[in-house]
């Protein structure tokens, strides 16, 4: 079951790493958070490629009541079509300020999953409605063209 109150805390745990230690330790906050904690996650895609990728995020979505979200698997990439990010909607409705790096932290987690688990990631928009692909790499580790 999603608790939509976490997202207080991990924005509340990103500004305080920020403006802390800087955007560089929240940068490898977010890389450490992708290889040790969803370690699980990297190998399951890893082993079972685009279709598991497909799969995780289907069911992470479904967990999510406030999202809106569409996956879409290809052949070479899974594309998340994210019209409501839960995250960024659960503090709007609670009037909270989100900070301005706030969707980094898909980059840099994301970033690190799809590159251990042999893909390449890509995000496009941000602060509430956003484009993600995960895409297979070929043998040369660029994506097919």
């Known amino acids: 079951m999603s608790a939509p109150d976490f997202y207080f805390a991990s924005q509340a745990i990103f500004r305080h790493i920020h403006d802390s230690y800087?955007?560089?330790?929240?940068?490898?906050?977010?890389?450490?958070?992708?290889r040790e904690y969803y370690r699980k996650r990297i190998e399951?895609?890893?082993?079972?490629?685009?279709?598991a990728v497909a799969s995780d995020w289907r069911s992470y979505f479904a967990n999510e009541p406030l999202a809106d979200v569409q996956v879409i698997e290809g052949s070479d990439e899974v594309a998340l079509e994210i019209r409501v990010c839960p995250a960024i909607?659960?503090?709007r409705e609670?009037?909270?300020?989100?900070?301005p790096y706030f969707c980094?932290?898909?980059?840099?987690?994301c970033g690190?999953?799809?590159?251990?688990?042999?893909?390449?990631?890509?995000?496009?928009?941000g602060m509430g409605t956003c484009r993600q692909v995960f895409a297979r790499l070929d043998r040369?580790?660029?994506e097919p063209m």
């Open 44 to 51: 399951a895609w890893r082993r079972g490629g685009l279709a």
């Open 94 to 99: 609670q009037e909270r300020t989100i900070v």
């Open 22 to 34: 800087g955007k560089e330790a929240l940068v490898d906050y977010w890389r450490a958070l992708a």
């Open 112 to 125: 690190v999953m799809a590159d251990a688990a042999r893909l390449s990631f890509h995000r496009e928009g």
């Open 104 to 109: 980094e932290h898909c980059d840099h987690t």
């Open 140 to 142: 040369t580790g660029q």
């Open 89 to 91: 909607r659960h503090l």
